[in-house]
């Protein structure tokens, strides 16, 4: 009896491995996985559209617990002590998020925080640009230090919103059997009313002042944007690249830098067209620059 060619067996192993792609297989393994991840945190995946999942909910009364305690700080704070009130602001709310992470069992808290504080210094670069660049920005010296003109607390302010926006966006997207497109639009929309709330609240403090650019009540306009389209972005690469890849091989600290690196660029680019746009003329005048 003939044995069959290599060219044979090669034939009949492209078909077996064309019929699972084309399967449901995989989605039901990855699907699968998901399920078991969720209902190990007491929650049915045939249930979770009617209720909070312990994340979302803990995430909740953290953060409206460190918002009572920010605003009664720095209401009775003097402006000379602000900038250490602020400063230690940002730190308690590192402190504090990490250890419900810890104590809590959320350990997509604690992949996500990681990656947020490596975007935050990336993040040094863009208020850099507007501050001495664009000159758009103006930071108050309240005494704790700065960073490239900076003030050293800024630039980790970043992660507070990025992370209540992807938690946002990753609940939705799991109610939802396709709906990446819009999960990512309402991480967008949820990010753009936190950063618009801080603009228009902070600046009134003021941590940081717009200048030489046009503005809606104290907000730059040429920011909102940049600033709609970075929770995105930021969002879209967590549950895409980062997220999802731990699932299977953990992403190595480069990777997660680069990823970080590329959403920084990413949203100075933006910001610099959107100036060109609602502030080009502005710009060409020079005087704000001399």
């Known amino acids: 009896m003939k044995n069959p060619s290599p060219?044979?067996?090669?034939?009949?192993?492209?078909?077996?491995?064309?019929?699972?792609e084309d399967s449901d297989v995989a989605h039901t393994i990855v699907d699968a996985h998901e399920k078991d991840s969720i209902e190990k945190r007491g929650?049915?995946?045939?249930?979770?559209?009617?209720?909070?999942?312990?994340?979302?909910?803990?995430?909740?009364?953290?953060?409206?617990?460190?918002?009572?305690?920010?605003?009664?700080?720095?209401?009775?704070?003097?402006?000379?002590?602000?900038?250490?009130?602020?400063?230690?602001?940002?730190?308690?709310?590192?402190?504090?998020?990490?250890?419900?992470?810890?104590?809590?069992?959320?350990?997509?808290?604690?992949?996500?925080?990681?990656?947020?504080?490596?975007?935050?210094?990336?993040?040094?670069?863009?208020?850099?640009?507007?501050?001495?660049?664009?000159?758009?920005?103006?930071?108050?010296d309240y005494g704790v230090g700065k960073i490239y003109e900076v003030s050293i607390f800024m630039p980790f302010m970043w992660a507070i919103p990025l992370f209540l926006s992807t938690l946002v966006g990753q609940g939705f997207h799991l109610r939802q059997t396709n709906g990446e497109f819009s999960s990512a639009l309402i991480a967008g929309v949820f990010g753009l009313f936190i950063f618009a709330a801080s603009e228009e609240i902070l600046t009134r403090i003021p941590l940081w002042t717009a200048q030489n650019c046009k503005t809606i009540g104290n907000v730059a306009i040429y920011v909102l944007f940049p600033e709609f389209c970075l929770p995105m972005v930021t969002f879209l690469v967590w549950d895409n690249l980062l997220n999802r890849k731990n699932e299977l091989?953990?992403?190595?600290?480069?990777?997660?830098?680069?990823?970080?690196?590329?959403?920084?660029?990413?949203?100075l680019g933006n910001l610099v067209a959107c100036y060109?746009?609602?502030?080009?003329?502005?710009?060409?005048?020079?005087?704000?620059?001399?």
């Open 7 to 20: 060219l044979a067996y090669r034939s009949t192993y492209e078909s077996i491995v064309q019929k699972v």
């Open 249 to 267: 091989q953990r992403l190595s600290l480069g990777g997660e830098i680069l990823a970080a690196f590329l959403i920084m660029c990413s949203y």
């Open 276 to 290: 060109m746009v609602f502030d080009g003329d502005i710009l060409f005048s020079t005087s704000h620059l001399e």
């Open 43 to 140: 929650v049915h995946l045939e249930d979770i559209s009617q209720q909070l999942l312990s994340s979302e909910s803990d995430a909740i009364l953290f953060h409206l617990g460190f918002a009572a305690i920010a605003i009664l700080a720095i209401s009775l704070s003097p402006k000379s002590s602000l900038g250490v009130v602020v400063a230690a602001l940002v730190v308690g709310w590192y402190i504090g998020i990490f250890t419900v992470a810890i104590l809590r069992n959320h350990r997509e808290w604690l992949d996500l925080l990681r990656f947020l504080f490596i975007l935050c210094i990336c993040f040094i670069f863009p208020d850099r640009f507007l501050a001495k660049g664009l000159k758009t920005i103006h930071f108050p």
